[in-house]
């Protein structure tokens, strides 16, 4: 059965330390691996994508298929990086996706 | 652009009402439409999905129901609340195929009373 699992609820970290958001996933296929993040008062929106391979404010992700995991790290934490974080999987036609119960990061100064 | 819009955006309801929910989405055609559940500690849980107009997918067994009356249109129904329909729901849109993104709307508050 398809499932992606954030095992923190909240992640505490001063600014410039570094941040690890975990994210396992079980999948029966190949999935897509998916990062979103929901700001204070702001709509959920996408924060990267495994496939692209690119970095978004700082944050990357690595899919490792060997640990079913893709944990988002950013190595110095801003302020302004606090927020709900969201990790998903969908199958390749993007039919439908699968999201974690999210990790509340908080920067503190 | 694209944008999409839920409405009410807060709805305080007695159990054993009736529920409608309404999602539109502009600026695009023939998307991909969900609705989800957002519980506390419990994330974002897909509800129904959505490709293409009068094909509604159900992801769990519940109280709802979804339809898709036009192309960019999704409407979230109930015939009778219960307590455990309270929540936020979310409504979303993809590109499907053509794309992988979901595009978020505001929400909806529900209270069951």
């Known amino acids: 059965a398809q499932r992606v699992t954030q095992p923190e609820k909240l992640l505490s970290v001063f600014k410039g330390a570094p941040v690890e958001l975990k994210c396992n996933y079980s999948?029966?296929?190949?999935?897509?691996l998916f990062w979103y993040v929901q700001y204070s008062r702001q709509r959920l929106q996408l924060l990267l994508r495994?496939?692209s391979r690119e970095s978004i404010k700082g944050f990357t992700a690595d899919l490792n298929k060997g640990e079913t995991s893709f944990h988002l790290k950013k190595p110095f934490a801003q302020e302004e990086d606090s927020a709900m974080y969201y990790c998903a999987l969908s199958g390749r036609n993007f039919n439908k996706f699968y999201f974690g119960s999210g990790t509340k990061l908080n920067v503190k100064p | 652009s694209q944008t999409i819009h839920q409405w009410p955006a807060t709805l305080v309801q007695p159990v054993g009402s009736p529920l409608s929910l309404e999602c539109t989405v502009e600026?695009?055609?023939?998307?991909?439409l969900y609705w989800y559940r957002q519980a506390a500690g419990r994330g974002l849980q897909l509800l129904f999905y959505s490709v293409g107009i009068g094909q509604i997918s159900s992801e769990v067994p519940q109280n709802l129901s979804a339809s898709r009356p036009q192309d960019r249109q999704f409407i979230l129904s109930s015939k009778k609340l219960l307590l455990s329909d309270s929540g936020f729901y979310l409504c979303a849109w993809s590109p499907g195929l053509e794309g992988y993104t979901q595009y978020f709307g505001p929400g909806t508050r529900l209270t069951v009373l």
């Open positions: 600026g695009t055609s023939n998307p991909n």
């Open positions: 999948y029966s296929g190949s999935p897509e």
């Open positions: 495994h496939i």
